[in-house]
């Protein structure tokens, strides 16, 4: 029946989320309708996405792309284009629409998350940052407005599945949890010496063993920063503190992570290492849809393996917990000198192993403010990135000096 049909608006719409959230829509065309899609400057993606889906509205960030769009888009395609953060509000706030996919990239996608949770919507969220960045102030929307948050990251989604929730508004409990197991692959360095990673190269990094992701996350990956920033993400929607979670290393990615129980029980989700399962359930819940996933095999598995991480190589895990400690704006500031420091990794401006060094050096040169608006965590993000940025210059120099260039 159409008009049962859930309408959904893909924030991020061309990205590996983005483009993993329409393989599932698209299976399931009885229950949901694309309200709107959002991307930043994919012409040619969103333009294939918009004659797929055929959605109210397209929404393209940057201003050329927009008009570019609106140009080859037949005139009877029936969407409207609509261009920067007004047009993102609108298909995020519309009435007609009951559920968002915040699966943008970075603190840029911040705003957008926060408008959804204040607007009273189904937030399907993949944007860890912005729960790393102004989790409290996203938290607060979701319970000010009624709305309902969804973890998408596949080890809160895991969590999810394992925690006691209250099925009438979909929170979680922590009835009877004594600790959250939360996995890590352990990326594409897990077994590299020190030595290695100071000479790894962005192709490397961005090979990952198990998941195939955006550039970004995958960098986060390789250098852990995504656990702790998944840390973060798990003590903001499950209300814990960093001391119920262990991270552990689990190199298949089978286990997307665990719950542990005071009678001793564990429960853990498992399922192939394919994003359209969390997307899925998030999409359905509480129902259970076809995913496109392939069941698991545990005989071709064969075996799960288990080890402790080492932050002595991995620095970055315990940078976010310390800036969880820290509080207030500590986070956005570990956020943004991260987002900045794998920028510069990719761009082959720095070395992979200078990531972590770059966090410390802008925690430690910021102040750490009460995150009360959104004002406040934006200009902590912007500031934090000059600092950040600062101190890449500042290695740039120490490289060229040591490689004799000056
Ligand atoms: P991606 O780089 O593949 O895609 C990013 C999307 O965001 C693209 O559609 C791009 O056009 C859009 N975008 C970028 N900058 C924008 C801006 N300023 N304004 C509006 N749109 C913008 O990234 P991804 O791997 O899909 O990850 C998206 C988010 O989901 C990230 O926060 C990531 O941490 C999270 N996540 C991803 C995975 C995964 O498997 N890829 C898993 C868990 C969580
Ligand atoms: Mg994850």
């Not at 999810?160 to 929170?171: G, I, L």
């Not at 910021?366 to 934006?378: C, F, K, Q, T």
């Amino acid at each position: 029946m159409q008009s049962a049909r859930r309408m959904v608006s893909v924030l991020g719409s061309t990205g590996s989320i983005g483009v993993n959230t329409l393989d599932v829509i698209a299976r399931h065309s009885d229950r949901f309708a694309v309200y709107g899609l959002a991307a930043n400057s994919s012409v040619a993606a969103l333009l294939a996405q918009c004659l797929a889906f055929r959605p109210r509205y397209a929404v393209m960030m940057d201003e050329a792309a927009a008009e570019s769009l609106r140009r080859q888009l037949p005139s009877d395609s029936g969407t409207e284009i609509l261009q920067g953060e007004a047009g993102l509000a609108q298909i995020v706030t519309a009435a007609e629409v009951d559920t968002v996919m915040a699966a943008i990239v970075g603190a840029a996608g911040l705003p957008s998350a926060l408008a959804a949770a204040g607007a009273g919507k189904t937030v399907l969220l993949a944007n860890k940052e912005s729960l790393v960045m102004g989790g409290h102030l996203l938290m607060q929307a979701v319970r000010e407005s009624g709305a309902r948050l969804l973890p998408i990251d596949s080890e809160h989604n895991a969590i999810f599945q394992c925690m006691p929730v209250q099925a009438a508004t979909c929170t979680s409990s922590l009835e009877g949890v004594s600790k959250v197991l939360l996995t890590a692959s352990g990326g594409p360095f897990r077994a590299w010496t020190r030595a290695r990673m100071d000479e790894a190269t962005p192709e490397q990094a961005c090979a990952h063993p198990n998941w195939s992701m955006g550039r970004k996350i995958s960098v986060d990956s390789a250098s852990l920063m995504n656990k702790g920033l998944e840390l973060i993400e798990a003590c903001w929607i499950f209300d814990l503190t960093p001391e119920l979670i262990d991270v552990v290393v689990h190199p298949q990615s089978i286990i997307h992570s665990m719950v542990q129980y005071r009678d001793g029980s564990v429960l853990a989700q498992m399922g192939n290492p394919d994003m359209r399962t969390p997307i899925a359930y998030g999409l359905g819940w509480p129902d259970r849809l076809v995913s496109g996933v392939a069941p698991l095999d545990l005989i071709a598995t064969a075996r799960l393996d288990f080890e402790a991480p080492d932050e002595g190589r991995f620095p970055c895990l315990r940078l976010a917990r310390e800036a969880f400690d820290a509080g207030g704006t500590a986070m956005a500031v570990c956020n943004a000198a991260n987002e900045v420091a794998v920028a510069a990794f990719l761009d082959g401006q720095i070395r992979f192993t200078a990531i972590p060094l770059v966090i410390e050096q802008t925690l430690a040169q910021m102040p750490v403010l009460e995150p009360i608006s959104l004002a406040v965590v934006e200009s902590a993000d912007t500031d934090a990135r000059l600092v950040a940025t600062e101190q890449v210059a500042a290695l740039m120099q120490q490289g060229d000096r040591r490689m004799g260039l000056v």
